[in-house]
């Protein structure tokens, strides 16, 4: 199923947070999300994919969205964020561990290998995470 936009993205996230999705299957959209972005070939297209997504109703999710936008945004060599990206409400008031409980024995090791966007948005995920196989 073709993703679309960030917020096609948010919006399964949502769905997903209802429904009761562990961490693991809503990380796949993040994925899925990648790939769309990935396979735009005019920059004007994926501007338009980037736009600001909506909010999921989770500030770690919410912050994952932006972390991800801007990944995408510097790996595609643009020269500046969207603005949504530095709103206060797109970071995580307190580290959100993705797929992990905060005291998980685990969290030093994922620390380590947190994208850099991801953690200066309090988004704690493991970069092997957002890679498909």
């Known amino acids: 199923m073709s993703v679309g936009s960030l917020d096609s993205t948010a919006a399964r996230i949502v769905r997903g947070i209802e429904a009761g999705w562990p961490d693991s299957d809503l990380v796949r959209l993040l994925v899925e999300a990648i790939h769309e972005f990935e396979h735009r070939d005019d920059p004007l297209q994926q501007r338009d994919f980037l736009n600001e997504p ?20 510097r790996a595609a060599g643009f020269e500046r964020v969207p603005s949504w990206t530095l709103g206060a409400d797109r970071y995580s008031p307190t580290f959100r561990w993705i797929g992990l409980a905060p005291d998980s024995e685990l969290n030093a090791f994922v620390f380590q290998r947190t994208p850099v966007y991801f953690k200066a948005r309090g988004v704690m995920i493991d970069e092997a995470n957002l890679v498909s196989v």
Request: charged share 15%; hydrophobic share 55%; aromatic share 4%.
């Open 54 to 73: 909506r909010h999921t109703g989770d500030t770690g999710w919410d912050a994952a969205l932006a972390a991800l936008a801007v990944h995408l945004v």
